[in-house]
């Protein structure tokens, strides 16, 4: 396989989603390339025709792997887990499995999109408030659930997606200043990921385009 | 498997996530009783304690089977898919996998919460508008996707989870009165998936909660 080239990741480094796709990397051993997308500059290089080209939707990330492009974080995602070897993603039992799906889906559909950039740039003035409901709705539902799943981690005692697609949407609670107070559950497992070695090397503050002035 | 007890689906003849489940039990010819919420009466059945205990996020679907409660469609689609015989909802080769995937959670990230009846209560005034943008926008992405994609349906030449995120989807486009003419992919898919008998049997117009006069 050494002809093989390395997948290539299209993402910012403040995307949550992009965070995703760097986790999943990550966990896997997997080595990639980062072609960065800048969401902010130039009124958003998402929306060049170049970029258009390589995901319509018009945001990050997209991956280019195998000979194919992919956009959707769980998407891709699941190809990595399909295709590579390496810690599991998903754990072997299926209710489990349906466990960590479900948890995922409720971040990736229920709470990340009402407050991603496109979004919050239409509500316009009341923005902070509009995320701060949507994240607050979202981590009401998931602390009740997780507080049924979670071992050491979301699922059981296994590091999967769902855990993937936490710790990025707590960074953006963060980011909107969400009380987290009523969330011990959620609290708990980000303050153990965070220290995890694969969360660490793909956080935000420490990728080639995060600027100087947010490195840590 | 005499004393096995039939799944149960909680949800609402109107909402697109319900219709995909019920796509899929349609498709793999399982047998499940419906547990109608209304989503409108009283203020809305979701938001019980009773509803809430069964998913708190508040939304359906949620379907009770094998002795637990999930919610999230896709999140019990793929349960579906990787516990029962009969067709298979996604396709064996990977990357046709992804892009199944890919298609699927560009509509149920990035098009359907956008435009559901939580948000666009909160939407008000211009929710016709708000809901048309968005569904505009993912099918603009679909459309070249798809162009790539599609054989007979969305994936190839079988039908897939893809088909059945589509479908409803394009159901919603109609209810917001969308012009359709930009994308003859997406109509074509639609024109052809309609025609199938499991989605006639799931569709809107004919479950137990359809009222009498949206009856068809």
């Known amino acids: 396989m050494a002809t093989q080239t390395k997948p290539i990741l299209h993402g910012y480094f ?16 997997i080595e990639y390339e980062q072609a960065p997308v800048n969401l902010i500059k130039d009124g958003g ?25 992919l956009s959707q974080s769980l998407a891709i ?11 599991r993603l998903l754990p ?3 209710k489990q499995r349906a466990h960590v799906r479900m948890i995922c889906d409720i971040i990736a559909s229920g709470i990340q999109p009402l407050q ?25 539902a998931l602390e009740p659930i997780l ?9 059981g005692n296994e590091i999967s997606m769902a855990d993937i697609c936490l710790v990025p949407q707590v960074y953006n609670a963060e980011r909107f200043k969400l009380d987290m107070s009523p969330f011990p559950t959620i609290r708990r497992l980000n303050q ?16 080639p385009d995060t600027p100087d002035d947010m490195r840590q």
Request: one cysteine or more; aromatic letters at 10%; a positive charge.
């Open 92 to 94: 072997a039992d299926p």
């Open 116 to 140: 991603n950039l496109y979004v919050l740039q239409k509500i316009g003035g009341e923005k902070m408030q509009w995320a701060q409901h949507f994240i607050n709705r979202g981590f009401e």
């Open 192 to 207: 153990t990921l965070i220290e995890n070695e694969a969360f660490k090397a793909s956080h935000p503050s420490c990728q």
């Open 14 to 29: 403040r995307s949550s989603c992009s965070w995703r796709v760097r986790i999943a990397f990550a966990l896997k051993g």
């Open 77 to 87: 995602i699941q190809y990595i887990e399909e295709t590579r070897p390496g810690p």
């Open 45 to 69: 290089q998402q929306l060049t025709d170049q970029f258009k080209a390589l995901n319509p939707m018009q945001q990050v990330p997209a991956v280019t792997i195998d000979g194919i492009t």
């Open 147 to 155: 507080k049924q799943t979670a071992g050491t981690y979301s699922v």
